[in-house]
């Protein structure tokens, strides 16, 4: 993902500059259709699906049982979590670009020069968080993450100061704070997410995890438009958005139980949804 990020930005002054940028959707567009025949082709069900359809475990779930008594605090507490943590994901990292070039006044290479070295250098919270998710839990990683997150890209949109004479070393190293934030959240995130609940209804939790996010994602850019003006602008409304990170970090560090080291039937509560049903 983060490659096909950096491609992007690769080409995005290269097609600006003959065309209208919004080409570059219809080509990743294009590029995610071709992907999908052959990723539905090469990739295998999971042995624990498979022992769970002839359990007939998944043919007796639905779309809401992941709001059944077992599950009901950890759902709508992730939920909470997708909206909150997806609002500010959606706000920081839609718009850095324009920032730079419309608020901060770099040219369209040197912006994406810059975005490239720092979205390079912020994959680093990928492997970090995955050592971060075995080593110390998933909760202390995305607790983290989200403190890096929100006040990075606080930094980010926020500044440079005026006077400051090193301006590409504020973006860069605000850029790569929260971009890494981000990056480590993310691995925690998907983690515990996919190990609090059962096989049977992991799917149909999934399902309910990208409605949320994606109703996050349009809120945010929503929040954007509605208040730009009258805070002052655009990149003052990311960086309060930005902040919502840090909420969504104290939520989950409050209300959710910590998966490390635990059998993925433990941690979700198998044997105990099996007997429910």
């Excluded at 799917?203 to 003006?229: D, E, K, N, P, R």
Aim: charged content about 10%.
């Amino acid at each position: 993902m983060g490659l096909g990020g950096g491609l992007c930005l690769i080409m995005m002054p290269m097609v600006a500059s003959r065309y209208s940028w919004r080409w570059m959707l219809v080509l990743a567009s294009v590029m995610g259709v071709a992907g999908l025949r052959r990723a539905a082709k090469v990739i295998p069900e999971s042995g624990r699906w498979q022992h769970a359809a002839e359990s007939g475990t998944t043919s007796a779930s639905s779309f809401y049982d992941a709001f059944g008594p077992l599950y009901r605090r950890r759902a709508i507490t992730i939920l909470i979590c997708s909206l909150l943590g997806t609002i500010a994901a959606v706000a920081a990292s839609s718009w850095a670009y324009f920032h730079l070039v419309s608020v901060v006044g770099l040219a369209p290479r040197a912006a994406s020069g810059l975005m490239l070295v720092g979205g390079g250098v912020g994959m680093l919270g990928f492997p970090l968080g995955a050592r971060g998710c075995e080593r110390y839990g998933r909760i202390p990683t995305i607790f983290v993450a989200g403190l890096l997150t929100g006040l990075g890209a606080l930094a980010f949109y926020w500044g440079p100061p005026a006077h400051l004479g090193l301006r590409w070393l504020w973006i860069e190293v605000t850029y790569c704070c929260f971009t890494a934030g981000l990056s480590a959240g993310q691995v925690g995130g998907n983690s515990l997410a996919t190990e609090l609940f059962p096989t049977a209804i992991r799917g149909a939790m999934m399902g309910w995890f990208s409605l949320v996010g994606a109703a996050a994602a349009v809120s945010a850019q929503t929040l954007i438009a509605l208040f730009a003006a009258h805070l002052g602008g655009l990149s003052i409304v990311v960086g309060y958005l930005s902040l919502l990170a840090i909420p969504n970090a104290i939520i989950v560090a409050l209300l959710l139980p910590e998966t490390r080291g635990l059998s993925l039937e433990a941690a979700a509560m198998e044997e105990a949804f099996e007997n429910s049903q």
